[in-house]
C-alpha cells in the first residue's frame, strides 16, 4: 500500500512529470485525485490574471535618480544647540548629588549603648547549648522568679534594657519577626 501524494508530487502530476508508481497510486486513490482536481482549480484560476510584464530597462535609472532628488531636497538636520548637549550630563550629576544627600541626611549614627550582633547572636548559640544541670538551674530560677511582679523585677533589676531588646528586634528578618510574634502569642495563651 503506498502513501498520498505529497505537495512536491501534485505539482509534477500538474506538470507531466509524476513518476510511473505514483501515478498509478494517483489512478487508483480518491482521495489524491480530489486533492489535485481542487489544486488544478486554484491553477486554472490564477493563469487568467496573466504574467506580470518586468519594468522599463530605464527604471532603475530613473528610480535612482528620483531618489537622489528627493534626499537633497530634505536638508539635514543641524548640530543641536549648547544647552541641549549639556541638560542630560548636568541632570545624571544632579540625580547622584540627590541620592549621596539623602543617604547623609537619613543614615543613621551607630547606637554605643547596643550590643553587637556578633554577641547577641554569641548568647543566643550559648543559651542553646546549655546542658541538663543548667537546664534545671534555670527551671528552678525561673520557678523562683515566677512569684515577683513586674515592679519587684524592675528594681532588682531583672528586666532586660527596652534599647537593646528593640535593637535585637530592629535586626530581625520579616520571616524571624513573624516566628517571635507566633512565639509570644503561644505563650500568652498557653497563660490564660
Do not use: N, Y
Not at 530605464?58 to 532628488?69: A, I, K, N, P, Q
Not at 534626499?71 to 548640530?79: F, Q, V, Y
Not at 554605643?112 to 550559648?126: C, F, G, R, S, W
Request: glycine share 2%; charged share 25%.
Amino acid at each position: 500500500m503506498s502513501t498520498h501524494l505529497r505537495s512536491q508530487e501534485f505539482v509534477d502530476a500538474l506538470d507531466g512529470t509524476l513518476a510511473v508508481d505514483r501515478l498509478e497510486h494517483l489512478d487508483g486513490c480518491e482521495a489524491c485525485r480530489m486533492e489535485l482536481a481542487g489544486v488544478q482549480s486554484v491553477m486554472t484560476d490564477v493563469r487568467p490574471a496573466g504574467a506580470v510584464p518586468d519594468p522599463s530597462p530605464l527604471f532603475w535609472d530613473h528610480f535612482s535618480e528620483r531618489v537622489r532628488h528627493a534626499t537633497a531636497a530634505d536638508p539635514l538636520p543641524g548640530p543641536a544647540p549648547w544647552w541641549q548637549s549639556l541638560w542630560r550630563p548636568a541632570a545624571a550629576f544632579a540625580a547622584v548629588a540627590a541620592v549621596v544627600a539623602l543617604m547623609l541626611v537619613t543614615r543613621t549614627p551607630p547606637r554605643e549603648d547596643v550590643a553587637p550582633v556578633d554577641q547577641i547572636a554569641l548568647d543566643t548559640t550559648a543559651a542553646d547549648q546549655l546542658s541538663d544541670e543548667s537546664e534545671s538551674s534555670l527551671a528552678f530560677l525561673s520557678a523562683a522568679a515566677s512569684d515577683l511582679s513586674w515592679e519587684e523585677a524592675r528594681a532588682a533589676d531583672l528586666t532586660p534594657r527596652a534599647r537593646v531588646v528593640d535593637s535585637a528586634i530592629e535586626r530581625l528578618t520579616p520571616a524571624q519577626r513573624a516566628e517571635l510574634v507566633k512565639l509570644i502569642r503561644e505563650d500568652l495563651r498557653s497563660m490564660e
